[in-house]
Nanobody, 124 residues
Framework: QVQLVESGGGLVQAGDSLRLSCAASGRTFATYIMAWFRQPPGKEREFVAAITQRGSRTTYADSVKGRFTISRDNAKNTVYLQMSSLKPEDTAVYYC?????????????????WGRGTQVTVSS
């Protein structure tokens, strides 16, 4: 069982940066593929970024590529999402997700564990 708790969301202006954190419980954090998803108002949950167990590989949605960076610190059981050049369309609830797998997952249905989310609002 893994419990995930996101933090770091808030209200920022377009062009600003923000770093989200997701703290995980349990000793098996390093065995999970970790990912960030987001759900804009009135829309479906969508993939943002994912990272392999040791952090050697990452993948991103086209909409955030070059602006967002996912990373992890297995010693701290934490995954991060560094967001820069934020746009109003990045406004969403951001969720941390975990899956015990050897492959990336970019579909919300494949996640095994979810956090409760943190709100990010970008004003124009």
């Amino acid at each position: 069982q893994v419990q995930l708790v996101e933090s770091g969301g808030g209200l920022v202006q377009a062009g600003d940066s923000l770093r989200l954190s997701c703290a995980a419980s349990g000793r098996t954090f390093a065995t999970y593929i970790m990912a960030w998803f987001r759900q804009p108002p009135g829309k479906e949950r969508e993939f943002v970024a994912a990272i392999t167990q040791r952090g050697s590989r990452t993948t991103y949605a086209d909409s955030v590529k070059g602006r967002f960076t996912i990373s992890r610190d297995n010693a701290k059981n934490t995954v991060y999402l560094q967001m820069s050049s934020l746009k109003p369309e990045d406004t969403a609830v951001y969720y941390c997700a975990a899956r015990w797998s050897d492959e990336f997952f970019t579909t919300a249905a494949l996640a095994t564990y979810w956090g409760r989310g943190t709100q990010v609002t970008v004003s124009s």
